[in-house]
């Protein structure tokens, strides 16, 4: 099977206290949202038929791979002190460590009943 899912995987993570972002001490609070792209494209195996004739009841399995692309990080700091060029530079290789996240692995199971 193929197909496109619209992608809603995101997730917020905070942290607080003495922070080294891009290579510098902080005091301070650091949020990150980290997104996808919403339109993701999907492939994948599977068996079932929703429709199958003289059935009422059939089931489905399927079992994929859907690619949701680099991650997005979004970096703010409580601290006024901390740099731009620095919540940048974190926001870099924060990315870089969650690069493996591009691929999402997708299984599904599905049942169908016929009135």
Known sequence: SAGVF???????ADASG???IGGNPYVTSLNANVS???????????WGNAVKEGKRLTHSFD????????????LRASNPAVTQA???Q???ELEDALSSFRYYPVIS???SFKF
């Open 109 to 111: 199971y599905g049942i």
């Open 86 to 88: 620095d919540l940048n």
């Open 18 to 20: 003495a922070l080294t």
């Open 63 to 74: 079992l994929g791979l859907m690619y949701q692309g680099s991650p997005k990080v979004e």
């Open 6 to 12: 619209y992608n809603k995987n995101e997730f917020d």
């Open 36 to 46: 996808f792209d919403r339109t993701s494209p999907y492939i994948g195996i599977g």
């Open 90 to 92: 974190e926001a870099l």
